[in-house]
C-alpha cells in the first residue's frame, strides 16, 4: 500500500523553526513533485511549496523568504524547513506528491496526500 507519512509538527513560539519531514513509501516507481499544503481552521488548503524532481522550488508569497522545501530522492521524501515562524502559520500542514506506483499489478500515476501533521505557532 502507498502512503504518505508526515512528521516533526508541534508547538513553536513565534520566531521559532521547525522542520517537516514526509517520507513515501510502498511499491514506488517514481515521484514527480512533491508538495506542502496547509489548511487552518475556517480557511481554504493552501500551496505552502513545492517541489520538481529536478529539485526546481516554488513557494506561496506568504513564505517566501522563511521556508525552504527540499528532497531526497533516494529516500522519496521532502521536507519543509520553516524558519521565523508566526501566528497566522498555524495550520494543519498536508503532503502532497504526485506519484508513479505498481498497484495490484497495474501501474498508476496518481496524487497521493497525507494525512497531516499540526503546526501551531503561540506564545
Known amino acids: 500500500q502507498v502512503q504518505l507519512v508526515e512528521s516533526g509538527g508541534g508547538l513553536v513560539q513565534p520566531g521559532g523553526s521547525l522542520r517537516l519531514s514526509c517520507v513515501a513509501s510502498?511499491?514506488?516507481?517514481?515521484?514527480?513533485?512533491m508538495s506542502w499544503f496547509r489548511q487552518a481552521p475556517g480557511k481554504q488548503r493552501e500551496l505552502v511549496a513545492d517541489?520538481?524532481?529536478?529539485?526546481?522550488?516554488n513557494y506561496g508569497d506568504s513564505v517566501k523568504g522563511r521556508f525552504t522545501i527540499s528532497r531526497d530522492n533516494f529516500k522519496n521524501a521532502a521536507y519543509l524547513q520553516m524558519n521565523s515562524l508566526k501566528p497566522e502559520d498555524t495550520a494543519a500542514y498536508y503532503c502532497?506528491?504526485?506519484?508513479?506506483?505498481?498497484?495490484?499489478?497495474?501501474?498508476?500515476?496518481?496524487?497521493?496526500w497525507g494525512q497531516g501533521t499540526q503546526v501551531t505557532v503561540s506564545s
Open positions: 502532497y506528491a504526485d506519484m508513479t506506483t505498481l498497484e495490484l499489478g497495474e501501474v498508476r500515476s496518481r496524487a497521493y
Open positions: 517541489i520538481t524532481s529536478g529539485s526546481s522550488t
Open positions: 510502498g511499491s514506488i516507481i517514481g515521484i514527480n513533485s
